[in-house]
């Protein structure tokens, strides 16, 4: 019998391998991704941007908020998990970089809520027209990079010019900026360096507050070397943009829709 569980499972890992490799090989057939450096640099620019992202955002947050439900509703009831269930949950471990998880232990759970939440659309936009210069740096057009994320394997990205004697590191490459935007709310929601804002999170949800980027950029002081600096010309950023106006009422449950907010 365990051995038809592990073999089950094993199955299932391979039928989702495949279907991941098939939809990321459709949707960059599909996906037209724009020119950011054909539109004037402004508000037009600013408009194209926005439009492309935001809904890339939007869906991410959306997966999210789905794991995080059911995650919730398993810890009320860890001993009735099926193996699907322990399945998804393994995975949802494996993304969140959580190791050592006891089932029946509450503050694994909570643990592991804090990490599976949402990134404010605000805070999304507003890193990634940072780091990407509106989408028009070399490492979003050639890389699909939108939030300057760094490997450090050998060819796992692209050499960044000027980088010093003795670096190692490169800019990642993704298939597609969708895939960009995933990585991007992975790190942030598993990374130890960013523990300050997901401690910001969990209060705003305590307090039953709307999850605004405003607030969360807070904990993004390791994100770059400008440290303080950096926090001061993303909220910047999100201000004079009225990017605010994109942070959801992320508290709803999965049937609930993440709509688009038009001008």
Known sequence: ??????????????????????????AAVTDTIPDFTKYEAGTERKKEFFNYLLPLINNHNASILKARNKISEWSQHPDSLGWFDHFQLENFLETYQLDNFNINNEND????????????????????ANESGWGTSRFAREGNNYFGQWCYKK????????RGTGDVHEVATFNSPSDSVASYLRNLNSHKAYKTLRK????????EQSIRGAELVEGLGKYSQRGQDYIIELRS????????????????????????VKD
């Open 237 to 260: 950023i999100i201000r004079h943009n009225n990017l605010q106006k994109y942070d959801y009422n992320y508290n709803i449950r999965e049937h609930d829709e993440i709509t688009v």
């Open 200 to 207: 910001i999170r969990v209060i705003m949800r305590e307090e």
């Open 1 to 26: 019998m365990g051995q038809l569980f592990m073999d089950t499972k094993h199955l299932v890992k391979i039928c989702c391998a495949v279907l991941l490799g098939f939809l990321i090989v459709l």
């Open 155 to 162: 060819d796992c990205g692209m050499v960044p010019k000027g």
């Open 109 to 128: 759970w909570a643990t592991l809520l804090r990490r599976v939440d949402v990134i404010p659309a605000s805070l999304a936009l507003a890193q990634a």
